[in-house]
């Protein structure tokens, strides 16, 4: 099946740097790629839509210059949370569309998320 | 706003039990997905049933779907300890995009 590989797993920071969290499909090319956030015992919530090659489509009350996301290749997308502050800490998980013709492109790819800690 | 709703929030059974878990959603679907988590991790896809199918069976997991009723159901039979996670339903629009997850139900299976 497709994999999905999301680096780093947990991640500690101080406050006001910046965090970087990769995204990659191992086994299939990905033009469509998604980064949520979840809350503790909460469903997840999607921030933006990544799509290779163009900017991200944000979801609204998500800040674009907060959450930087590039997707610079069919196969990886980042996401850099930027002078990150304490309730910037949570679950970060992203994602990644099947592309194959046989209706995989309807299934989401889930990373292992990365835990984000700003201290 | 949030599509799906599940029901219930918690669920607690024996090990050997069901486990039926309820998802509705408000608008027109193109399919609709059950995904589970394990406490920590990302989601693993289950299943997907599509708007003019009504069941689906894989291994001990049962999905229906209603779209009359704008429901699904995912049934877990002869549950096992390892089981216990967290399971969502997720929605795709008419054109196979804009998921939108539930808000989950927490199963645990107690040995």
């Known amino acids: 099946g497709a994999v999905v590989s999301q680096h780093p797993s947990w991640v500690i920071c101080k406050s006001g740097t910046s965090v970087k969290i990769e995204c990659r499909s191992l086994?299939?090319?990905?033009?469509?790629m998604f980064w949520y956030r979840q809350f503790p015992k909460q469903s997840l919530m999607l921030m933006a839509t990544?799509?290779?090659?163009?900017?991200?489509?944000?979801e609204q009350g998500v800040e674009k210059d907060k959450f930087l996301i590039n997707h610079a290749s069919l196969t990886l997308s980042t996401l850099t949370v930027t002078s990150a502050h304490p309730e910037d800490s949570s679950f970060y998980i992203c994602?990644?569309?099947?592309?194959?013709?046989?209706?995989?492109?309807?299934?989401?790819?889930f990373g292992a998320g990365t835990r984000l800690s700003v201290l | 706003s949030q599509q799906g709703e599940e029901d219930p929030q918690a669920l607690s059974i024996q090990e050997g039990e069901n486990a039926t878990m309820n998802c509705s959603y408000k608008t027109s679907i193109n399919n609709l997905q059950w995904y589970r988590q394990n406490s920590g991790r990302g989601l693993v896809h289950l299943i997907l049933?599509?708007?003019?199918?009504r069941e689906k069976h894989s291994g001990r997991l049962r999905v229906t779907l209603d779209t009359s009723k704008k429901s699904s159901s995912l049934l877990i039979t002869a549950s096992r300890a390892a089981d216990t996670a967290s399971y969502f339903c997720a929605t795709a629009d008419n054109y196979g995009q804009n998921f939108v997850f539930g808000p989950g139900t927490r199963l645990s299976v107690l040995p």
């Open positions: 990544s799509n290779e090659g163009s900017k991200a489509t944000y």
């Open positions: 086994d299939f090319q990905a033009t469509t």
């Open positions: 049933i599509r708007s003019n199918e």
């Open positions: 994602s990644a569309r099947g592309s194959g013709w046989d209706g995989t492109k309807n299934i989401q790819y």
